[in-house]
Nanobody
């Protein structure tokens, strides 16, 4: 099993920045892909960004140029730097992990954190 714990959510004004962190523990030796999904009220969960252990990334079109995903393999931690935040970015953000690199394309991953709420509002 893999456990994922997110941190860094909160309330931010439009145009502001936040950095989310996700620490993985457990059977992490087999993890390749890690990423962030989000779910807004009344919406389906969607991929925000994902990264493989080798550093390949994938981003949703809506966040390209504003969000950056990074990963510290030594610390088993993935980060999401979110800049120029907009009210439509408001959602619960979930950390996710998977065994296969191809999972960064979307469609879900095997392991999920409990989520952290990001609210963008003035």
């Amino acid at each position: 099993q893999v456990q994922l714990v997110e941190s860094g959510g909160g309330l931010v004004q439009p145009g502001g920045s936040l950095r989310l962190s996700c620490a993985a523990s457990g059977s992490i030796f087999s993890i390749n892909a890690m990423g962030w999904y989000r779910q807004a009220p009344g919406e389906q969960r969607e991929l925000v960004a994902a990264i493989t252990s080798g550093g390949s990334t994938n981003y949703a079109d809506s966040v390209k140029g504003r969000f950056t995903i990074s990963r510290d393999n030594a610390k088993n931690t993935v980060y999401l730097q979110m800049n120029s935040l907009k009210p439509k970015d408001t959602a619960v953000y979930y950390c996710a992990a998977d065994f296969t690199a191809s999972s960064i394309a979307g469609g879900g991953m095997n392991y999920w954190g409990k989520g952290t709420l990001v609210t963008v509002s003035s």
